[in-house]
């Protein structure tokens, strides 16, 4: 309620992201709440050279989505080490999507700095990773997203074509680049779910 006070305007949507870790969601006490539009996990990489799974909570989250009336975008959480794993990656995202239909982007989700140096990439391969993973999905008809932290978006990632989704949890964005989406924080309490959520807010003219 608090950040649809401050947030919510005639140019902006608010909206979550959810996965597994969110367990069961009541959609229709979820939209009623205020949420407008959701991105779903649909699937992640075990680890390194791990194999690709479905998250457990992606067929009944899209579907009650769907049933709702809530617009959807995916997220995929990555650990490609090289430009083949992040097109195989793409290619998977792809034949378990084509059932549903999608609305907002899907978005490319790689958060293994901390063990980084154990790929043996350079941050020039996980850029080209990245974009090969989205002008993939791309090709198949869909939006490509890039999901990042301020401070990777700041000395990491490369500037892209695709859309941003920027995380940073604090009151006010500071990142200086374009971004359609901003997961503001991971302590948000909506009805309908339980436990803390992602909250974000998409900006409708950017």
Do not use: C
């Amino acid at each position: 309620d608090e950040i649809l006070e401050k947030h919510k305007t005639e140019n902006t949507k608010i909206g979550i992201d959810v996965s597994k870790w969110n367990e069961e969601v009541d959609w229709e006490k979820v939209k009623n709440a205020g949420v407008e539009f959701v991105i779903i996990r649909m699937g992640y990489q075990t680890k390194y050279d791990g194999e690709y799974v479905i998250d457990p909570y992606f067929i009944s989250n899209i579907e009650g989505a769907e049933a709702v009336g809530l617009p959807v975008g995916i997220y995929f959480y990555s650990y490609a080490k090289n430009v083949n794993q992040a097109k195989e990656q793409a290619e998977w995202v792809r034949d378990n999507l084509e059932n549903y239909k999608i609305d907002l982007p899907v978005a490319f989700d790689w958060e293994s700095w901390n063990s980084f140096n154990t790929t043996g990439m350079s941050f020039n391969t996980l850029n080209k990773a990245a974009n090969v993973f989205l002008d993939t999905l791309s090709d198949a008809g869909y939006k490509g997203m890039l999901y990042g932290s301020k401070t990777y978006l700041e000395k990491i990632w490369y500037p892209t074509k695709y859309e941003i989704w920027l995380a940073q949890y604090s009151t006010k964005a500071t990142y200086n680049g374009e971004y359609l989406i901003w997961q503001m924080t991971e302590n948000g309490k909506v009805d309908g779910i339980k436990g803390d959520v992602d909250i974000n807010v998409m900006y409708l003219d950017r």
